[in-house]
């Protein structure tokens, strides 16, 4: 029977893709950095963005934004051309990947913010550094350094956050709720495409908060500005707050 195949629309991405029976595909430095130029090379001629990665020992995640429906291209290639350089260089032959790779698209501003922190906390979830910034093989550090890489110049930290990176290390160490993110998992299988960089008034948006209101009243506010459309992080902007506060306060609502 044929597969089916994917429904490609414009918007975010997360891509997982493990190794054949999760054997490790990365096993050097050197293997890393290859798939790193690899997927970067591929970026800049497929026209796609890329927001953040992490590459683990046998699988890795990606969040990618198209605006054309070339992503089943672009990972073809990508899986394609390390594994020929793979299998040359380990001197093996047959299937590195364990099959198609996973993808759930991206439905809403909350599922962006949860995808961000949980692709950058892999190597600290698995016990595999204490800090972030010990793992070498993620957007993490890139985004810290002064000079970002091109297949990184046009991720949404860098637009948001470039030269705040205090601001970019709150937003990234905030707690991942895993519950949560399963449901919004499964929840991207809708394919609901609201537009996540929608920016209503941002005048509206300050006349909203121009009273001295007690902490209270300014959640209440937080939450209703959140749901006329306004994103966290300029809700957090006009507030003078850090998006992850905002998100906590929008997180604790909907309870």
Known sequence: ??????????????IVNRGVDKMPVFRHRKDYEYFEELMCSLIRSHNITLHNYCLMSNHYHLLIEITQPNLSKFMRQLNMNYAIYF?????RSGHL????????????EAYLYTLMCYIEQNPLKAGMVERLEEYPYSSYNHFLKAQTPACLSESWII???????????????????????QELKAASSLLEAPNIDT???????????????????????????????????????????????VHGVIKRSNK
């Open 199 to 245: 920016k209503p008034d941002i005048e509206k948006l300050k006349k909203m908060f121009d009273e001295r209101d007690d902490i209270r009243t300014r959640n209440a506010k937080i939450v209703q500005a959140y749901e006329q459309g306004y994103s966290q992080h300029m809700i957090a902007n006009v507030l003078g707050i850090s998006q992850p506060a």
């Open 97 to 108: 990947w364990q099959g198609r790779f996973k993808s759930w698209y991206v439905t809403d």
């Open 87 to 91: 299998n040359k260089k380990y001197k």
């Open 1 to 14: 029977m044929p597969r089916k195949p994917r429904i490609e629309i414009a918007g975010y991405y997360h």
């Open 159 to 181: 637009r948001h956050y470039r030269k705040d990176k205090e601001a970019i290390r709150k937003l990234l160490y905030s707690e991942i709720d895993t519950a949560q993110l």
